[in-house]
Nanobody
């Protein structure tokens, strides 16, 4: 019954903010690095951010540095993505994922994936 459920997506104007949440169940989240990825229509799935098991290290795609922040609360089995200064280019389906290796940008290293949540940024 491994499950990752994203929430918090929606429609926002350019320059606005959203906070995405990913609730994990069926496995011990503290044993996994967690990541966020996104996929826009007609484009490949791309790495957004990842965070280590204890939350002491995080890494970001260049295009979101300074705007997005990944965090986690292992007791709550939840990972977050705070998105500020949103741009229309950020419009995509956002997925959270769990890796039993280490924080990585490599999609194949992630074992579990959520169903995704739509983020739409209007201009």
């Amino acid at each position: 019954q491994v499950q990752l459920v994203e929430s918090g997506g929606g429609l926002v104007q350019a320059g606005g903010s959203l906070r995405l949440s990913c609730a994990a169940s069926g496995f011990t989240i503290s044993n996994y690095a967690m990541g966020w990825f996104r996929q826009a229509p007609g484009k490949e799935r791309e790495f957004v951010a990842t965070i280590s098991r204890r939350g002491d290290n995080s890494y970001y795609a260049e295009f979101v540095k300074g705007r997005f922040t990944i965090s986690r609360h292992n007791v709550k089995s939840t990972v977050y993505l705070q998105m500020n200064s949103l741009k229309p280019e950020d419009t995509a389906v956002y997925y959270c994922a769990a890796s039993n290796t280490y924080p990585t940008i490599v999609t194949k290293m992630y074992d579990y994936w959520g169903q995704g949540t739509q983020v739409t940024v209007s201009s």
